[in-house]
C-alpha cells in the first residue's frame, strides 16, 4: 500500500527523502517519486517498478544537469511517495507527486478521494488541466485553486472540506517553502520531530532512524509543520495541542506498525485494503467498473457460459466465497476445485468457459499449472492475484488486482479479505451484465460494498482492545476458555461453508491443533462421533436462507455436549440461546456477512496460537509461496 514522507528542516532533503522510502518499501508499491523546493521551482522525478528505479533516476539527473542537481542536492524542504496503484494505471504520470496546473503545489496522497469526478470536472471547467489518471490529482489542483485564501493551511482547510473518502496527503507550496501541510482522514499519518527540523510520514519508519519523537495526528486534523513548529488543527481551524511522546521501538516493531506481530498489524490492515481494493471499481453510482482486466472486456464476459476457480488454501476458500456470489447473483454456473486436483482432471473446458486462478502471491506452483492447463484446452483464464507482475500476471488473458498490499504473516488474512471483495464484485458485474439482478437491490448491495471498509473496520474495533490491537471481548473469553483443546470443529452452509473452513484452516496453520471443517448438514454422516463434552464447535450462523438449518445442527451439537461459539449478525438475538459464545458481525446483506464473520475467527485463531506461545508470522513447515507442487 501506498507510503508518504515529507521533510522540512535544515538538511538536504533529497537522501531522507530516499531513505525514508526505502524504510517504507515493505508496505509494497508499483511506482515512487519525489519533489523537492529547488530554489524558485519544484522539482520533481518518478519512477516505475522498484524504487532501485527512482535512485537510478537521481543519479542520472546529477550526472546530466548541474544547474538543477546542484538546486535540488541543497533543497531542504520535499515530499515522497511510494505508490500501490488504485486510480489509474502503473505508469509515471500516475506516480506521486502530483502536481497544479501551474506547478506551485506538490500533493502525495494515501487512500481515496471518492468525489474525485465531480471535483475534477469543476476544476477542469476553471481551467485546470489533469496529467494523470489519479484521484489524488484533484487534490493538488483544489489546494491550488484554494491558495487564494491566503495561507497553505488555509488551501489545504478548505479543500480537505470539499473531499470525501478516506485518504491522508501532505501538500508542499512553492511561496511557502519552509513549510508542509498535512492531513489524516482514516489513513495513518504521523509527525517526527527533530532538532530544527520535522518530518511526517505515514508510517514511523520512515523517520525511526532520524528522531524517537512523535506527534500522533488525529482523524480529521490538518497538521502544519515548519522546521521548528507544528500545529494541528481541527476541520474547523480550531488549534489543538499535543504531546510529544518518545517511541522505544526497535526497527522490527516499528515495520509491524507497533502490533506484536505482523499478522495482527495485517489483520487490522483489513478495512483499508479492502476500501483499496473497492474503491475504483465502485465509485461513482452503481456501476462496478472491471474495465481494467486485459481481455476479458464486456463482450467476453457477456458470453461466458460456465466459471470454474481454481487455487490453493486460503486462496481456495475466497475463490468458494466468490462460487456462492456467481451462483446467487450472476446466476451462472460455477465449479471450484483445489488447483493440485484440478491440474490433473480431464480438461472440460473450452472457449466460452472462464477459468479464475485465484493466487495472491501471484506465484503458487499448482495455481499457475492449473491455469495453464485450462489456457491450453482453449479456456479464458483471469488471475485474481495480490502482486503486479508475478508470474500468474503474465500467463493469464486477463488480471484483476486485489489491492491488500504486502502481506508478511504466512496465514493470509488481508489478502482473502480482498480476493473476496473482487470475487462479489465480479459477481456485481456478471450480474449486471446479464440482468439477473434488479437495479434495486444492485443499488443496495454496491452501497454495502463501499460500506465495507467501515463494517470491518467495526469488526474489528468490537473484537480487540484500542490500546494493544489484540484479540478482546468474546474471541478472547473463547480463546481463553479452549487454547488447551486438541480439536476444534467448524461448521457452515451455503457460504458460510467457506467462512468454516477458512476459520479452521487459521487455527491449525497457526496453532497447530487438529481441525476439522465440514458442511453442517454433513455433520452427522460421521463428524458427529467426534463431539465429547465441552468439544468447541464454531458454526457460522449468519443470516442467510439456511440459517435455520444451522440452528438445528447448532441444537444437535449442543445436545452431545459440545461448546458453541457461533459467529452471528448483530440484530440475531436468539442465537445466544443456543450457543456459548457469540462473535457478531454487523447486520450487513446476508452475502456480505459471511466475510465479515472471517475475521473474528481469524482473531479466535490468533489468540488460541498468542496463548500457547507459538510465533504467528513463521508458523512451521510453512512457507509464505509455495513455488513448488
Ligand atoms: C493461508 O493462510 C496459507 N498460507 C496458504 O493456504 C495460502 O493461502 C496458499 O498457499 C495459497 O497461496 P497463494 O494465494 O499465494 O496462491
Known sequence: ?????GYVGKRPVQDLLLAGLKKLEYRGYDSAGISVIAGDEIESLRAVGNLQNLFEAVAAREADDGGVAVAVQTATTGIG????ATHGRV?????????DTSNAVHVVVNGIVENYVALKRRLQDMGAVFTSETDAEVIAHLVAHHCALGSLEDAVLAAFNELEGHFAFVAMRLDEPDKLVGVRKECPLVVGRGDGETFLASAIPAFLSETRRTQYIENDEIVVIT????RFLGPDGSEHEREVEEIDWDEETAEKGGFDTFMLKEIHEQADAIADTVADRTAPG????????GALDENMLRGIDRILITGCGTAYHAGLMGRYALEEWAQIRTEIDVASEYRYRKQLVGPGDLVIGMTQSGETADTLAAMRAAHEAGATVLAVTNVVGSQATRDADGVLYTRAGLEIGVAATKTFVCQVAVMYLLALKLAELRGTMKPA???RIVGEIKRLPHSVQEVIAAATDPDTGLPAGPVAEAAERHWQADFFLYLGRHIGLAVALEGALKLKEISYISTDAYAAGEMKHGPIALLEDGTPVVVVATDSPVKDKVVSNMQEVAARGAHVIAVAAESDHEIDEHAKQVLRVPDVDWMLQPLLGTIPLQLLAYAIASRRGLNVDQPRNLAKTVTVE
Open 1 to 5: 500500500m501506498c507510503g508518504i514522507v
Open 81 to 84: 511517495h511510494t505508490r500501490w
Open 91 to 99: 505508469n509515471e504520470s500516475n506516480a506521486h507527486p502530483h502536481f
Open 227 to 230: 522546521p521548528d513548529d507544528v
Open 286 to 293: 452503481t456501476h462496478v467498473d472491471l474495465d481494467d482486466v
Open 441 to 443: 437491490t444492485m443499488e
